[in-house]
């Protein structure tokens, strides 16, 4: 029997979306199962006690001393998340707090809370490194699932992360990045063979102020039943500011500036009307 233009197009529509939801059905069974609380495990996991000391260039290498000598006499040194800036790249992959991986078959989302939320965009859709992309702490990350063993099941997450900025560093204790910001970042999501509740994050740092490249291995556990997740919002309980290339203490009591260490020079005050008393 012959249709009228409009009921064909009807049904061709009606056909083409039932095979565009058939489509989209998804085999998540051939991904491995990043499900749940990942949190690290034993002492610290911070870059110099899993990958040894940082290999920097004497210049960087200044710089970090000088980084871990400010700290040792109560300044926070290196190290900008005192001033509630995000971790960014690889700092927040030290899981400080608990990490949430979340897969979908075009991105894969990082998720935690340390300094305020925070969050990764893992692309797995075959796209190329955009031209121009807007450079951030995260950066910007292309990933590829690997089928090692040729069965249709994949084993693990190949990423490499671009278009960084700072400021950043490796951890707490302040390892520098160079300041040309061409920092790129290998890594290697992977569950331990022998314990499914084990997971892996190799992480490669290339960075000019770096003799070589750093290579840690981070390992986290699954929590199987997480009652809540962490939730944090730095400034309400941050005591550091930082102006200009100092660093100063609000007194929480007043709410009035306080120097960080003996003798440490106001802040410039040249906008301000000096003149009142």
Same mark, same amino acid.
């Given at each position: 029997m012959r249709c009228s233009a409009l009921t064909c197009a009807v049904a061709l529509a009606?056909?083409?979306?039932?095979?565009?939801?058939?489509?989209?059905?998804?085999?998540?069974?051939?991904?491995? %199962?990043?499900?749940?609380?990942?949190?690290?495990?034993?002492?610290?996991?911070?870059?110099?006690?899993?990958?040894?000391?940082? *290999?920097?260039t004497p210049e960087y290498q200044k710089v970090f001393d000088k980084s871990v000598a400010d700290q040792r006499a109560g300044r926070p040194g290196n190290w900008p998340s005192t001033f509630c800036i995000p971790e960014g790249m690889p700092a927040m992959m030290n899981l400080y707090?608990?990490?949430e991986i979340i897969i979908t078959p075009e991105t894969t989302y990082i998720l935690m809370s340390h300094n305020n939320d925070v969050?990764?965009?893992?692309?797995?859709?075959?796209?190329?490194?955009?031209? %121009?992309?807007?450079?951030?702490l995260v950066g910007y990350s292309i990933g590829k699932?690997?089928?090692?063993?040729?069965?249709?099941?994949?084993?693990?997450?190949?990423?490499?992360?671009?278009?960084?900025?700072? *400021?950043?560093?490796?951890?707490?204790?302040?390892?520098?990045?160079h300041e040309d910001n061409q920092t790129i970042i290998k890594e290697r999501f992977y569950l331990d063979k022998a314990d499914r509740n084990t997971l892996y994050d190799a992480i490669?740092?290339? @960075?000019?102020?770096?003799?070589?490249?750093?290579?840690?291995?981070?390992?986290?556990?699954?929590? *199987?039943? *997480?009652?809540?997740? $962490?939730l944090e919002t730095?400034? $309400? %309980?941050?005591?550091?500011?930082?102006?200009? @290339?100092?660093?100063?203490?609000?007194?929480?009591t007043n709410g009035k500036l306080m120097p960080a260490y003996k003798d440490q020079p106001p802040p410039d005050l040249s906008?301000? @009307?000096?003149?009142?008393k």
């Open positions: 009606a056909g083409l979306a039932a095979t565009s939801a058939i489509a989209q059905v998804v085999d998540f069974g051939k991904y491995p %199962d990043f499900n749940g609380q990942w949190d690290r495990t034993g002492p610290p996991n911070n870059w110099r006690q899993l990958a040894g000391p940082p *290999p920097l707090n608990p990490m969050y990764r965009r893992i692309y797995t859709d075959g796209r190329d490194w955009p031209q %121009d992309a807007q450079r951030t699932w690997v089928d090692e063993n040729g069965d249709g099941k994949y084993t693990a997450l190949e990423v490499e992360t671009r278009f960084l900025r700072g *400021p950043r560093a490796y951890e707490a204790s302040g390892i520098p990045f490669t740092v290339i @960075d000019h102020a770096m003799t070589r490249p750093y290579t840690k291995v981070q390992k986290a556990v699954r929590k *199987p039943d *997480p009652k809540e997740w $962490l730095c400034p $309400l %309980d941050n005591v550091w500011v930082k102006i200009g @290339d100092e660093a100063y203490v609000v007194n929480v906008y301000f @009307d000096q003149s009142r």
